[in-house]
């Protein structure tokens, strides 16, 4: 089974400031693909950024970039240029490219963003 | 267009009552998926349905139940509830199985007293 950790509960950034968060996962699987989610306080579930395990170039997505570190098993999420509205709850999810249960995401607890103004 | 949209937000109920959860998923998507987040986790998937059939279920006792509709709206279904019941209810949709991106509703916050 997949698993995803995420050992940081809590993380603190400067506004305009850029903050790394991290999650590494453990899978037999040679495909699959990672998320990050971001859940503000209204709960909802927003896509932040994904990345495709069989492609070796990080995915970024405007000021989110990923770190994907296949080999050892890490993927970190480095928000630039931080903005009040990023903070939020972050969620780390992983899923195999497979139909049925196998197409579930499996989640990390999360990591809890603080921006100070 | 619509998001995916959850009904209630919010409910309380009392051990050992039952519970239905509502999700209408986004227009033309065809899988709705659902998962159990509890205070201060990460959502843990419940089901996944695709064309009216259970494609998926997580690791959660018999007490719940789903099923999709032939418009695919979803029910979630929870027995006997208990208080380790309580938590957020989200429901995904997608326009399949595999990878199709996942849409997220705003959850349903269940409390059980």
């Known amino acids: 089974a997949q698993t995803v950790t995420q050992s940081q509960p809590e993380m603190s950034v400067q506004e305009a400031e850029t903050v790394t968060l991290s999650c590494t996962y453990d899978t037999s699987e040679s495909d699959y693909y990672l998320f990050w989610y971001k859940q503000p306080p209204s709960r909802q579930m927003i896509l932040v950024i994904r990345q495709e395990a069989y492609k070796q170039q990080n995915a970024t997505e405007n000021r989110f970039s990923v770190n994907f570190q296949k080999a050892a098993k890490s993927f970190s999420l480095k928000i630039s240029d931080s903005q009040l509205g990023d903070a939020a709850m972050y969620f780390c999810a992983y899923r195999s490219p497979y139909t049925g249960a196998n197409s579930k995401l499996t989640f990390g607890k999360g990591i809890t963003l603080s921006v100070r103004p | 267009d619509a998001g995916v949209t959850q009904s209630p937000t919010h409910l309380i109920k009392t051990r050992g009552q039952h519970v239905t959860l509502r999700c209408s998923p986004i227009s033309g998507h065809k899988s709705v998926s659902w998962y159990q987040q509890v205070l201060g986790q990460g959502p843990q998937f419940i089901f996944q349905?695709?064309?009216?059939?259970?494609?998926g279920r997580g690791n959660f006792p018999d007490r719940f139940s789903a099923r999709q509709f032939p418009n695919y709206s979803s029910e979630l279904n929870v027995n006997a509830l208990l208080l380790g019941d309580s938590a957020l209810y989200l429901c995904?949709?997608?326009?399949?199985?595999?990878?199709?991106?996942?849409?997220f509703g705003p959850g349903t916050r269940l409390t059980v007293t």
């Open positions: 995904a949709s997608s326009l399949g199985t595999g990878f199709y991106e996942q849409y």
């Open positions: 349905y695709y064309e009216k059939e259970e494609r």
